[in-house]
């Protein structure tokens, strides 16, 4: 995503929820102002257990604890208990298979991930986090997964949940993620998706979808259901033609660059707003297209369509 789609996202969006800390610390064993550290790196430490200063870090708020597969997690969460401030942990990379049954002893959990940890009982984590009650961004990337089991509507405070980079094509997994009335902020991209359920119009609740890098051609109808969408990226995939179906839902920003489309629509010359951004870079229209492109789209926040092929 380049640095302008970044900025306009969070110009027009809700945030995702993510906290701005100062910068993170690598561990040193001779660190001698605990208190001041709020993110801390140990990650690929090849640890078997956490340093025993680790609770002299009384502000703590994040903690990467990745591609430590050695790493006694249970022993690990008991002296991480104790840090009250605690609510960001990343344990990428460590071959779960399941998690420690005292995960609930972090209580102010709110961000996690997981990923990169394919062999991982995801039915049985689901049902472990819900009992976390503050959790509300979970990442799940990178994991080899099929379908989200029925456990995931357990979490029932999550906003944001990333699956990037896995296999997910099951309807199922739509219709499960419906289910959890708070989620707002959904990544599917880079799932081989060729194509969208006609489940995905259950996700009345969702705002922003992220679909970009599948192989998808065409949008269901059923997307006209998810009447609180603000923003579809769907960059990256095999579209010939701008989805008709985005016609009368309540888009503010709609992203296709990188896709095969040739033509603007005539069922777009009178595009209802609020949408007012629209990405159409590396796609394939030619100067014409583009002045229709302009005439139709007067008065958006930002048309861009650099680098026609």
């Known amino acids: 995503m380049n640095k302008l789609l970044f900025i306009l996202l969070s110009v027009i969006t809700v945030s995702c929820n993510h906290t701005y ?7 040193d064993a001779s660190q001698q102002k605990h208190e001041k550290v709020i993110r801390l790196d140990l ?3 090849n640890l078997q257990q956490l340093p025993e200063d680790i609770e002299q870090y009384i502000n703590l ?3 990467n604890l990745s591609n430590n597969p050695k790493l006694d997690l249970t022993a690990a969460f008991e002296q991480l208990k104790n840090l009250t401030n605690l609510t960001v942990l990343k344990l990428d990379s460590n071959g779960l298979e399941e998690l420690p049954s005292n995960i609930n002893h972090i209580v102010l959990l709110q961000n996690l991930s997981l990923s990169y940890n394919p062999t991982l009982n ?3 984590a689901l049902k472990q986090l819900s009992s976390l009650t503050y959790l509300t961004a979970l990442n799940l990337s990178h994991n080899n997964i099929v379908e989200i089991p029925e456990s995931v509507s357990g979490l029932v405070q999550l906003k944001n949940i990333r699956l990037s980079d896995n296999n997910i094509n099951s309807s199922l997994t739509y219709s499960r993620l419906a289910k959890i009335d708070e989620l707002k902020f959904l990544w599917l991209d880079h799932n081989n998706i060729k194509e969208l359920p006609v489940s995905v119009g259950e996700l009345t609740q969702i705002r922003e979808l992220y679909l970009g890098n599948n192989s998808l051609k065409n949008l269901p109808k059923e997307i006209e259901n998810c009447d609180k969408l603000c923003v579809l990226y769907l960059g990256g995939n095999e579209f010939k033609d701008l989805p008709n179906e985005i016609l009368e839902t309540k888009l503010r920003m709609l992203v296709m660059y990188g896709n095969q489309i040739t033509t603007i629509p005539k069922s777009y010359k009178k595009i209802k707003p609020p949408l007012s951004i629209l990405v159409l870079d590396n796609n394939y229209l030619n100067f014409e297209q583009q002045k229709i492109a302009t005439k139709y789209f007067t008065g958006f926040f930002l048309l861009s369509m650099k680098n026609q092929k």
């Open 61 to 63: 708020r994040f903690i």
């Open 21 to 27: 800390f100062s910068d993170t610390v690598i561990y």
């Open 122 to 124: 995801l039915d049985k």
């Open 43 to 45: 990650s690929g430490e």
